[in-house]
T-cell receptor
Framework: GESVGLHLPTLSVQEGDNSIINCAYSNSASDYFIWYKQESGKGPQFIIDIRSNMDKRQGQRVTVLLNKTVKHLSLQIAATQPGDSAVYFCAEISGGYQKVTFGTGTKLQVIP | DTAVSQTPKYLVTQMGNDKSIKCEQNLGHDTMYWYKQDSKKFLKIMFSYNNKELIINETVPNRFSPKSPDKAHLNLHINSLELGDSAVYFC????????????FGSGTQLSVL
């Protein structure tokens, strides 16, 4: 089957630095991509999304970049804070938005 | 008010038992999902229901049976529990049109002894 997000399982960054979390996807037909944040003991929460016809989208302190040529997605977090510590998942959506496939996740640890 | 609520939050049971996990969403969403998250945090879709109809059924043992009495509820019944069923199970919902964003419950941690 197809898989999403086989990159770094853990990323440690100093508080105040920028974080970059990467994700690779394999389904070139995916229409839409979402980044989710999962804090300990909670379910994943939506952070930011991007459609396949875009290559960049910015939110508050977060930016998602999409490179369809190499099937790569990244999440950039500016001025990382302790509250950003969590597991981050990329997800790709296909099949008329019915099927959501999650990547393996990256644990972000923020060092105070 | 909790948008997607699951019960119970923790479930500890013996091998061979039958158990159920309940999920309710008060968002008025049309589509609901069950995901399984293993110890390595990998999230795998199990089932999806749209307006009480099953639309996605991944390769899941038939010991797992979802039931959707109405579009606000999606329950998961598991027969003859096995050690490998130990995981965190997440319910999620999504509005049918114009939004691909999933709203997740807080999960049910199932431990099979």
């Amino acid at each position: 089957g197809e898989s999403v997000g086989l990159h770094l399982p853990t990323l440690s960054v100093q508080e105040g630095d920028n974080s970059i979390i990467n994700c690779a996807y394999s389904n070139s037909a995916s229409d839409y991509f979402i980044w989710y944040k999962q804090e300990s003991g909670k379910g994943p929460q939506f952070i930011i999304d991007i459609r396949s016809n875009m290559d960049k989208r910015q939110g508050q302190r977060v930016t998602v970049l999409l490179n369809k040529t190499v099937k790569h997605l990244s999440l950039q977090i500016a001025a990382t804070q302790p509250g950003d510590s969590a597991v981050y998942f990329c997800a790709e959506i296909s099949g008329g938005y019915q099927k959501v496939t999650f990547g393996t996740g990256t644990k972000l640890q923020v060092i105070p | 008010d909790t948008a997607v609520s699951q019960t119970p939050k923790y479930l500890v049971t013996q091998m061979g038992n039958d158990k159920s996990i309940k999920c309710e969403q008060n968002l008025g969403h049309d589509t609901m999902y069950w995901y399984k998250q293993d110890s390595k945090k990998f999230l795998k879709i199990m089932f999806s229901y749209n307006n009480k109809e099953l639309i996605i059924n991944e390769t899941v043992p038939n010991r797992f049976s979802p039931k959707s009495p109405d579009k606000a509820h999606l329950n998961l019944h598991i027969n003859s529990l096995e050690l490998g069923d130990s995981a965190v199970y997440f319910c999620a919902s999504r509005r049918d049109r114009g939004s691909e964003k999933l709203f997740f419950g807080s999960g049910t941690q199932l431990s099979v002894l």
